[in-house]
Nanobody
Framework: QVQLVESGGASVQAGGSLRLSCVVSSGTYTKKCMGWFRQAPGKEREGVAARRPQDGTTHYVDSVKGRFTISQDLANNTLFLQMDSLKPEDTAIYYC????????????????????WGQGTQVTVSS
């Protein structure tokens, strides 16, 4: 069974930076879409950033464009989310997600695109 393990969440002040990591325990994800989602209390889980290897594109929700960067270390099966210029509204639990097949991801930021999920890591940004 595939395991996704996130780390890197912390409490920071507004304007600070964090780097989240997601290690995939097994399988090869070079051709599978992978993404980061977040869920704040009382809100729906939201797609934040995603990679679509089939065409080499990255995708971001408007609220994080220019501040967050998704990247992947294929050799070590690790997905990263670099978060800069953090704002209080970025406070949430952040989840790593992976698609189960190599098929095309029509909606890289859609939660139903992904089958495998990590347990989440808490990010808290104070003003």
């Amino acid at each position: 069974q595939v395991q996704l393990v996130e780390s890197g969440g912390a409490s920071v002040q507004a304007g600070g930076s964090l780097r989240l990591s997601c290690v995939v325990s097994s399988g090869t994800y070079t051709k599978k879409c992978m993404g980061w989602f977040r869920q704040a209390p009382g809100k729906e889980r939201e797609g934040v950033a995603a990679r679509r290897p089939q065409d080499g594109t990255t995708h971001y929700v408007d609220s994080v464009k220019g501040r967050f960067t998704i990247s992947q270390d294929l050799a070590n099966n690790t997905l990263f989310l670099q978060m800069d210029s953090l704002k209080p509204e970025d406070t949430a639990i952040y989840y790593c997600a992976a698609r189960s097949s190599d098929s095309w991801c029509y909606n890289p930021l859609g939660r139903f695109t992904y089958r495998d999920w990590g347990q989440g890591t808490q990010v808290t940004v104070s003003s």
